[in-house]
């Protein structure tokens, strides 16, 4: 298995940024792969991105936790509830 370090901004900015192939807006919203996957930052609270995601045969969780944890912060957002099973 290939390992990856993971890119985690130190800063509280909101910026647009990219991190593999998710795509970050400063609103809090993310794309994947240019719109093949889309997350509203509404829902970037929701409990079970982590479960969820983990089912896609596509996922690098080396690219989307930087990206989610990006987007949490153009929200504002500083902690969120993770479900790990159903």
């Known amino acids: 298995m290939k390992t990856q370090e993971i890119y985690l901004p ?7 940024l990219q991190i593999g192939k998710w795509d970050v807006k ?6 994947y792969d240019g ?6 930052a509404e829902r970037l ?3 079970n991105w982590i479960l969820h995601l983990s089912e896609k045969g596509w ?4 690219e989307f ?5 990006q987007a949490l912060k153009n929200i504002g957002k500083e902690f969120v509830n993770v479900r790990v099973f159903y």
Not at 35 to 40: F, M, V, W
């Open 26 to 31: 400063k609103n809090g919203d993310m794309e």
């Open 35 to 40: 719109g093949r996957y889309h997350i509203d």
């Open 59 to 62: 996922i690098d969780f080396n």
């Open 45 to 47: 609270t929701e409990d």
């Open 65 to 69: 936790i930087p990206a989610y944890f």
């Open 10 to 16: 130190k800063d509280r900015v909101k910026r647009d």
